[in-house]
């Protein structure tokens, strides 16, 4: 199994796979591009987002695409052919993941792209102002995408097994209810609109992409609205007996209270999980107390980060 990580919010190059970026010449700052002639290093793009190529089983899976065609011009520096992407998966419906598909059904003009179907152009962020009055910022997938593509889009309900050993997976009642994660969703301001009105987030529009391993299952979800935690019980509960190797993505912890990150770190440590990479909305202050808190079982996502498994 081979991770490579496309775009996140830290920028990388094309010969920093598996390590810190600190070697690359430009890699360390966060929305660097360009192309450095000294030893043909090439500097890979940053922005708000994540998007990963997983090779696992002779299959090649996408998940998510970024805020924007950025994660194609990565992928294309570190020498991937999207044309030969087998499958892609959106982990949720939110710009930042998005807003690169049409760069990647431009690029490949086969492989159907899973998405929950509750997944549609209705996700917003509520702000308030003053605390007095509320606006609505849209934050969703780029509008018209899913009519435009919609024969490369599948829609999925329910678990499904996209290749041998590799499944989409919803959120699971049995761990926590819509109500808890509304509760979630109204912590962090999110809301989706339906028949016109607006509506607390309960992000049964997310789904994680889970592979069999011979080391345990591995689980990736890219923002992990519904608690990382709470995702490592839903795939526990999907896969009765099965260990969990593995988690990947963000765990929307940047405007988390420290003394919140701690505790969501220590139930992490008591599920066992082996292995934590994170990134994205993770944010580097709760990074750095996952990783006190879980040592080197924590690893930091970047741009041109590659994971072998």
Known sequence: MKIQILIDNIAGCSNCAGGSNQNCVGGS????????????????????????????????????????????????????????????????????????????????????????????????????????????????????????????????????????????????????????????????HFAVKENGKYRTDSFDHEQSLVFDTPKGLFVMNSCSHGGADNIVKEIEATFPGKPIYAILGGFHLFRTPDADVRKFAERLRELDVQKIYTGHCTGTKAYEILHEVLGDRAEQLHTGKVIEV
């Open 29 to 188: 700052n966060r929305n660097d591009t360009g192309i450095n002639g000294a030893g043909g290093v090439q500097n890979l793009c940053a922005e708000w987002g994540l998007a990963a190529l997983i090779e696992f089983s002779g299959k090649n899976i996408l998940l998510d695409t970024g805020s924007s065609a950025k994660f194609a011009k990565n992928a294309a520096a570190m020498g991937i052919d999207l044309s030969k992407v087998d499958a892609g998966v959106l982990s949720h419906a939110h710009y930042d993941h998005a807003n690169g598909m049409r760069a990647f059904f431009k690029a490949n003009d086969h492989a159907p792209f899973y998405l929950r179907r509750a997944a549609l152009e209705n996700c917003y962020h509520t702000h308030k102002i003053f605390g007095l009055f509320t606006y609505q910022e849209y934050i969703g997938i780029r509008r018209g995408t899913l009519k435009r593509f919609a024969d490369r889009i599948r829609f999925a309900e329910g678990d499904v097994e996209i290749f041998p050993s590799i499944s989409i997976i919803g959120h699971k009642d049995c761990v926590l209810d819509a109500t808890g994660r509304a509760a979630i969703g109204f912590r962090a």
